[in-house]
């Protein structure tokens, strides 16, 4: 076959997924193309326009630790910065911001558009060609006619592959709203025998911020020192901006009622999910209005939070009110709530369906299992949120200019980071439903906290060349300084009730912090940043030491690594039904084999028998 143009990469998709993938690999040394429908709307936000929350805000700080791009955009263009959970433990607390979506966009594209090595080509990725007699990428079709040669292809296509966009009984095709589907891409899946499954998500409308009356509702403005996600914002070296540092912009609170609600229950059969129009899944955790009607039948009120879209322009989102509703039932529904009597609609909500590749489909390194060099990341891996997309598509990223450049893949463990755990139960158990990752769904929370992202990852960073000298270094430094001050306070003695104790241990106390150790004439540290580390672990020392042994497990496991080739029906031991499920799954590690369902720890202890076997008889042969 001829080809037009080579590149090492090439990103299909020019989404939240899309921009890490294509920043990652070009920080890798490889040449990129970005293909994506229209290259003015790279890092658009089609839903909420905010990026963190629960777990989602921690997965931004990680995607910082590789030097990722977005912690960097929304510390730039946020309008409003909060830490969720702060009367709760260390372990579940994350950032979260508002932010200035059209500046966000701006941000996006210049990036894109300027970074040396990466060309952001405009067209629909209409096929992708395999080498002869080979299941491996060798290029792509742009618009049916213009052919790329590449090593590499890592598909973020989002909601866009035959998309389908419901507005009550109203249905047409659409990736977003106003704009056109994908829908070439997915005759190469099915043609290549992947399956392909629908998922459904949505979006409210939005609102006129001039017709909403703001006097009746509850004020909630950002936090009067601001947590950032990059570690590189000024200043530099911690995660929090300094008082005063951002001019922040107040979000609304209200709430639907029970006329919003015998309004919704009255038109239930006019909706896209309950008339029956949409066939596919949609995400259990960011349900529509009329879902959580359905569902939550007894509850008189749902809280909707009203938030800015812009620092200027008109547009509000109601947080809370996705619908499927026709357009002039939601005008109704809209109106029925306080403080929205008289607001007018700038756009429709709506619900989108869209193709999914079921991510059992993929290794924990996202290429896919039936074609070497085609990755998959984002929204197509049955993920939702701006975050999960960003935080898979830096892996597939990273991977796919690995396999370009012929070096052993990276694996991301769940010990080790919110993003290692979301991409192993989407590959390891696979999704039903748009998947939401959730503090709740780590084992490891009190070492995966919304403070450490930096220190838990940057030697990986480094180690894969993605990280630059000057970053590890200091990093490094401030990771020294907080052990001596740890190590210090161990051996330094104080009496206490006619005690004589550590420091630390003292420190233990729920009652003391640093400040106390001043009042008393100790030495301190003066960075925020070491000091928060050396409380949270002076608190959590006996939880750490529980975790600890329990990464120790895990780690073990996971550094037996399973060979690609290996005959599991030669294995004794394994029953018929335990050698399918491997064969299906298979996994790359011994500890990725054992969270399979229904892997038995005999069937671990039996392959672990069988490597060590074989690696015996080559170490004899050699």
């Known amino acids: ?297 007894g509850k008189p009120r749902h809280t909707v939070w009203l938030e800015p879209e812009t620092r200027d322009g008109i547009s509000i989102y109601p947080n809370g009110l996705s619908t499927s509703l026709p357009e002039e039932i939601q005008w109704e529904m809209y109106r029925s709530i306080k403080g929205l009597e008289n607001v007018v609609l700038l756009k429709p909500a709506y619900a989108i369906e869209y193709d999914v590749v079921p991510p059992t489909e993929l290794y924990p390194t996202l290429e896919t299992k039936k074609i070497k060099g085609l990755f998959h990341a984002g929204n197509f891996n049955g993920t939702t949120g701006y975050e999960e997309a960003a935080g898979q598509g830096l892996i597939a990223g990273i991977n796919a200019a690995l396999r370009a450049l012929g070096k052993e893949l990276f694996y991301i463990r769940r010990d080790e980071s919110y993003i290692g755990v979301m991409i192993d139960d989407l590959t390891t158990k696979g999704v039903i439903e748009p998947y939401r990752l959730f503090t709740s769904r780590s084992e490891y929370r009190l070492y995966l906290r919304q403070d450490n992202p930096i220190l838990r990852l940057y030697k990986r960073a480094y180690d894969i060349g993605i990280l630059s000298e000057e970053k590890y270094k200091l990093v490094k430094e401030i990771e020294k300084e907080i052990n001596d001050w740890i190590n210090y306070y161990k051996n330094e003695k104080i009496k206490i009730d006619d005690k004589t104790i550590s420091v630390f241990s003292y420190l233990q106390r729920p009652e003391v912090n640093i400040e106390t150790l001043k009042e008393k004439g100790i030495k301190t540290p003066e960075k925020d940043y070491v000091i928060e580390e050396v409380e949270i672990n002076a608190k959590y020392e006996g939880y750490f030491e529980k975790e600890r042994r329990l990464n120790e497990k895990m780690r073990h496991l996971e550094s037996i690594k399973i060979p690609k080739d290996i005959d599991y029906s030669k294995i004794a031991g394994l029953t018929k039904e335990v050698v399918q499920k491997l064969e299906k799954a298979r996994p790359i590690t011994l500890g990725h084999a054992a969270r399979l369902e229904g892997i038995t720890p005999a069937a671990i202890t039996a392959i672990m028998i069988y490597l060590k076997k074989i690696k015996e008889e080559k170490s004899g042969q050699a």
């Open 1 to 297: 076959m001829v080809y037009d143009t080579e590149f090492d990469v090439v990103v299909i998709g020019g989404g939240h997924a899309g921009i890490e993938a294509a920043l990652a690999s070009v920080k890798l040394g490889v040449k990129i193309a970005l293909i994506t429908l229209d290259k003015e709307k790279i890092g658009v936000m089609p839903c909420n326009p905010s990026i963190g929350g629960i777990a989602k805000g921690i997965v931004v700080r990680e995607i910082d630790a590789f030097d990722g791009e977005m912690p960097k955009a929304i510390d730039k263009v946020g309008l409003q910065y909060k830490m969720l959970n702060t009367r709760k433990g260390p372990a579940v607390r994350s950032p979260r911001a508002q932010a200035d979506k059209e500046e966000y966009r701006k941000y996006m594209v210049n990036k894109t558009q300027n970074t040396e090595n990466l060309t952001v080509i405009e067209g629909e990725a209409t096929d992708i060609f395999l080498k002869e007699n080979l299941n491996e990428v060798e290029g792509v079709e742009v618009d049916g006619e213009y052919k790329i040669k590449t090593k590499s292809v890592v598909i973020t296509t989002g909601t866009f592959l035959d998309g389908l966009i419901h507005i009550g009984d109203k249905k047409f095709p659409a990736g977003r709203m106003d704009e056109k589907p994908a829908n070439k891409l997915p005759q190469f899946y099915k043609r290549h025998g992947f399956p392909l499954v629908r998922f459904k998500t949505g979006t409210p409308a939005r609102l006129d911020k001039n017709t909403i009356n703001w006097s009746v509702l509850e004020e909630a403005p950002g936090d009067e020192i601001p947590p950032k996600f990059s570690f590189w914002t000024e200043p530099v070296g911690s995660y929090f901006f300094k008082k005063g540092q951002k001019d922040q912009v107040p979000c609304y609170i209200t709430y639907t009622n029970e006329k919003t609600h015998e309004i919704i229950k009255n038109n239930l059969h006019r909706t896209a999910l309950y008339g029956g129009a949409i066939t596919g899944v949609g995400p259990r955790y960011c349900p529509s209005i009329e879902d959580k009607i359905v569902k939550f039948e």
